[in-house]
């Protein structure tokens, strides 16, 4: 999470170091991976479990979905994903650049996003943030705490044209 931000109060597993530190009574589940973040949500007819890549990617779909971001994620991360793209089978990353941390009732999200220039910035940030917020708690029933967006680049329209042409 980015530095400052508000931690998610009832998280399952919080990260010390590049070592996760198991709270008491969080689960795994098998075959997820040891760093899925699990969510449990109990009703009285049993539990439903949430692992964060969902919602990472439901926070990444939902912040493309707002005109004006051009892409998520910083330029290596960007670039590595054209690689990846380009190898047959390959398919895009719809969590790239979406960072989450995900508790048993609320999560918080962090976005790195370009931006299209003339976008007004402040404008497009709460557009995606309500949207973002919007489509995790609909889809989830989590409580997302915050969305934290930090923009790490603008894209120009002629920067295109100009790698076409160079092609």
Request: charged share 25%; glycine share 10%; hydrophobic share 40%.
């Amino acid at each position: 999470m980015a530095k400052g931000s508000a931690s998610v109060a009832d998280t399952s597993t919080q990260k010390a170091g590049s070592q996760a530190v198991e709270q008491e009574g969080a689960e795994r589940i098998p075959g997820q991976g040891r760093s899925t973040e699990v969510v449990r949500l109990q009703s009285d007819r049993g539990r439903t479990s949430i692992a964060d890549g969902v919602v990472a990617k439901i926070a990444g779909i939902a912040a493309r979905d707002i005109s004006g971001v051009y892409a998520l994620g910083s330029g290596a991360a960007r670039a590595f994903a054209a690689v990846r793209q380009r190898v047959p089978g390959g398919k895009p990353n719809v969590a790239q650049g979406v960072n989450v941390e995900v508790g048993e009732k609320q999560c918080a999200v962090d976005l790195a996003i370009v931006v299209e220039y003339g976008v007004p910035i402040a404008e497009l940030a709460a557009a995606v943030r309500e949207n973002v917020i919007t489509s995790v708690e609909r889809m989830t029933a989590l409580e997302v705490v915050e969305v934290n967006i930090a923009v790490d680049d603008i894209h120009i329209s002629y920067e295109d044209d100009n790698e076409r042409q160079l092609q």
